[in-house]
């Protein structure tokens, strides 16, 4: 089983599910050939901004044991969040204040930003 994960900005989030199934189409057939066992490609592709694809759940449901989509997208918009405090602290040279981190919050364009103030 091969899980490639994604965090796509909003233009390539349709080509990245193809992608990615497309990156190991000659591994999974490989794969069966040399080792007799099944093998499976699944893409998980969650937005920048916590969205995730239609075909998501059903892609999670390969996977063995539980898996929470809210869980992922929170992950998706922790990291972005994270790019977003490097680039801008590497810009401005400042620590963030709480004004700061309400200017990351409203880039991103998330509801739940008390999450992210240090």
């Not at 992608?19 to 591994?27: G, H, N, Q, R, S």
């Not at 057939?29 to 969650?46: D, F, G, L, Q, Y």
């Not at 059903?58 to 929170?74: C, D, F, M, R, W």
Request: proline letters at 4%.
């Amino acid at each position: 089983m091969f899980i490639d994960v994604a965090i796509p900005g909003d233009r390539n989030v349709i080509k990245k599910d193809g992608e990615k199934i497309l990156k190991y189409i000659d591994l999974k057939t490989e794969i069966p050939c040399i080792w007799n066992v099944k093998a499976k490609v699944i893409p998980v592709i969650i937005w920048v901004n916590g969205t995730s694809s239609k075909l998501l759940r059903q892609y999670l449901s390969n996977i063995p044991g539980k898996h929470e989509i809210k869980a992922l997208q929170t992950t998706a918009i922790l990291g972005t969040m994270h790019i977003l405090r490097k680039v801008l602290m590497s810009k401005y040279k400042t620590c963030f204040t709480g004004e700061i981190t309400l200017q990351v919050a409203k880039i991103a364009n998330t509801e739940q930003r008390q999450h992210y103030i240090p």
